[in-house]
């Protein structure tokens, strides 16, 4: 791994030329977002989501916590500033053979189209829906503390999010565990060991204990609980790892502070510590949630 994970921001892409968005979308969604599934999963059972529930996912990307919600009854809207390629990509999942209920007279009905998932680009006032209940869930999956500035954009979210949740509606928010935790750590460093500081923010540090209480905090929010989760990482291969680790976006810095190949080069030499006799790459990782309320 989201996580890993960042997923790659614009402004990224801006310091890193050639990049083909196309397929860095297919390489995050291929390999690398399923990742978090066992984060997504520990949420969605804590919270017991379900039919009752209208989930926001902010930084939704290419939608696969989005579908694993609506899997379990959830209506969804997932927001996003990426780019339009993730977002393609999140509709072809869940909005491809999305089933219309006629109502009376064969019109589809209001509730069918309230119930309809929904991906929105841009931020979470455009996903607001002056027809439809409040949001009982809002998620931001993508895992904060892990590249410099990513808490204050975060922050910006939430308070744009917020007041489209109701009163007492739980805000998910996830990071990286501690670093001893997490194997994935010591290749994450290649990132920031390359990285030309004068290029200014975007590059890979190390995940902090209170990140995630610190921006609920300054975000309004009560803390109801936490949790941490077993997410490991493994790959078919290494050339896997590294297109996985690259879709991320947190190499971006790197290789406009050095090249590809050199990047690719370390990461390659990184790797190599966790590649498994048959071939495969794993690591194992932590990664941590907190469950806040709307007050």
Not at 51 to 56: A, C, E, N, Q, Y
Not at 163 to 175: D, K, M, Q
């Amino acid at each position: 791994m989201t996580p890993t994970l960042v997923r790659q921001h614009p402004s990224h892409a801006r310091a890193t030329p050639h990049v083909d968005l196309r397929a860095r979308a297919r390489d995050w969604s291929e390999i690398q977002e399923r990742m978090l599934v066992p984060l997504y999963e520990a949420v969605y059972e804590r919270l017991d989501v379900g039919g009752g529930t209208r989930m926001l996912g902010l930084g939704c990307g290419s939608g696969l916590a989005l579908l694993m919600a609506a899997s379990r009854g959830a209506a969804v809207t997932g927001v996003d500033s990426c780019s339009p390629e993730l977002l393609d990509l999140a509709r072809r999942r869940l909005l491809s053979g999305t089933p219309e209920e006629p109502g009376a007279g064969g019109a589809v009905s209001t509730r069918a189209r309230a119930d309809a998932p929904r991906i929105v680009r841009g931020t979470p006032g455009d996903a607001a829906d002056p027809t439809a209940p409040a949001f009982t869930l809002v998620t931001a999956f993508e895992p904060t503390g892990c590249r410099a500035g990513d808490s204050e954009e975060l922050g910006d979210l939430l308070a744009r999010a917020t007041p489209l949740a109701a009163r007492g509606a739980a805000v998910v928010l996830a990071g990286w565990g501690p670093p001893e935790r997490c194997a994935t750590t010591s290749v994450l460093r290649v990132a920031a060991r390359l990285t030309d500081p004068t290029r200014g923010p975007g590059g890979w540090r190390p995940a902090l204990r209170d990140d995630l209480e610190e921006v609920a905090q300054r975000a309004g929010l009560r803390p109801d609980g936490s949790g941490r989760v077993a997410c490991p990482f493994g790959y078919a291969d290494t050339d896997s790892a590294v297109r996985g680790l690259l879709s991320t976006g947190l190499f971006d810095t790197a290789v406009a502070a050095t090249d590809r190949a050199q990047v690719d080069k370390e990461l390659t030499e990184a790797l190599h510590p966790h590649r498994r006799p048959d071939g495969t790459v794993w690591m194992p990782n932590v990664f941590r949630y907190l469950v806040a309320r709307v007050p």
